[in-house]
Structure formats: C-alpha cells, structure tokens
T-cell receptor
Framework: GDSVTQMEGPVTLSEEAFLTINCTYT??????LFWYVQYPGEGLQLLLK?????DKGSNKGFEATYRKETTSFHLEKGSVQVSDSAVYFC???????????FGKGTRLSVIA | DTGVSQDPRHKITKRGQNVTFRCDPI?????LYWYRQTLGQGPEFLTY????????KSRLLSDRFSAERPKGSFSTLEIQRTEQGDSAMYLC????????????FGSGTRLTVV
C-alpha cells in the first residue's frame, strides 16, 4: 500500500538557519502531496501542497517540489524563525481525494 | 463557520467503559474523516464518510469501534469496552466535494484510558 517516509527528528536549528526535511513516498498511482504542520497545542494545518510532477508548493517561506523521478517532496525554508517550531508531517492522497496517508512527523525546534 | 469542531477536547475514562466523540465538519464539506494519532506518530486513517455513507474503514477499526454520520452532517465515533491501547488523539477532518484536496482538521479529542 501507499506509504510516506520522513527523516526522523528532532531537528534543532538556530534562527535564520536553512531547513530541509526529507520526505519520500511510495504510491500505486499519481498522488497529490502535502505538508501539514502541527503547532504545540493546536490541530493539523495544511502548509502547502502539489498535485502533479514538478509542481512547487509554497507558503510562509516554505517550499517543496514534487519530484516524480525520485518520489520525493522535501520541505525547505531559507531562514527559519523561532515561530516555526512545530511538528511537520508529509502526506499523500491518491486521485479522487482519497484519505491522506501520513508520515510519522518531524519535530523542529528553532532556538534564538 | 469557524472550522471543524470536536467535542470533548479531553476525555479520561476507565478501562472497559464506552466513550463517544463528536465531530462537526465545515457545513459545505461532504466528506468527513476520522484519524487516530498516538505519541510520536503520524495520524492513522480510521474511516471516512461521503455524506451519510461510510465509504471505507481501516483495519485499525476493530469491532469495538463504530462511526456514524446521520443525515450527512455531524459524525460520532464510539469506542466500546475501552482498552489502554485506545489512548490516543482522535482527529476529525472534512473536505469539500470539489477538487483542491484540501482537508481541514479539528483540534482533536484526547482520550486517556486508565
């Protein structure tokens, strides 16, 4: 079945550092790919998405490019802030808005 | 409409008791999903509805679990004869019938079985 693998955390960075969180996937079809973020004490929020190969999703300074050849969707941000501290989840959904399949999540801590 | 609402936010119950959670989706969303999240793990799919029809159930959903969505509006998730292993965050999400693949999640119900 479909699956998502994320780099294990926690990831600890200093403010203004460059962030990469790796995500690779296995799917039978042509899925849509997502990054969700969960801030402390809050629910999951959609951060960005890409629905086809070579699409780039972006939001709040975060970016991820749908790479079909490497089955990857790595999350990047050029300069992290303390407020970016959260758990980040990579996820996929097959065509037709089928239920999301999530990775295990990567906890990011940004220190001033 | 203020998003997906879940009630209660927290529930502590004794092993063997039954519990029921409620989810109110965004009103124009016809799909409703239930997920379970344990500490250090990503959300795991349990079941989902399109309007009042339950379209898919995960193998995680044992016969002690039942979900309903009468009239295609709010949904309830009931766990009978709770076990300590049921302790988790139960998340509800909804999505619209058209594309975009955008889910909106609620804040979840944290269940602790003692």
């Amino acid at each position: 079945g479909d699956s998502v693998t994320q780099m294990e955390g926690p990831v600890t960075l200093s403010e203004e550092a460059f962030l990469t969180i790796n995500c690779t996937y296995t799917a039978t079809g042509y899925p849509s790919l997502f990054w969700y973020v969960q801030y402390p004490g809050e629910g999951l929020q959609l951060l960005l998405k890409a629905t086809k190969a070579d699409d780039k999703g972006s939001n709040k300074g975060f970016e991820a490019t749908y790479r079909k050849e490497t089955t990857s969707f790595h999350l990047e941000k050029g300069s992290v802030q303390v407020s970016d501290s959260a758990v980040y989840f990579c996820a996929l959904s097959e065509e037709g808005n089928t239920p999301l399949v999530f990775g295990k999540g990567t906890r990011l801590s940004v220190i001033a | 409409d203020t998003g997906v609402s879940q009630d209660p936010r927290h529930k502590i119950t004794k092993r063997g008791q039954n519990v029921t959670f409620r989810c109110d989706p965004i009103s124009e969303h016809n799909r409703l999903y239930w997920y379970r999240q344990t500490l250090g793990q990503g959300p795991e799919f349990l079941t989902y509805f399109q309007n009042e029809a339950q379209l898919e159930k995960s193998r995680l959903l044992s016969d002690r679990f039942s979900a309903e969505r009468p009239k295609g509006s709010f949904s309830t998730l009931e766990i009978q004869r709770t076990e300590q292993g049921d302790s988790a965050m139960y998340l509800c999400a909804s999505s619209p019938p058209w594309g975009d693949y955008g889910y909106t999640f609620g804040s979840g119900t944290r269940l602790t079985v003692v």
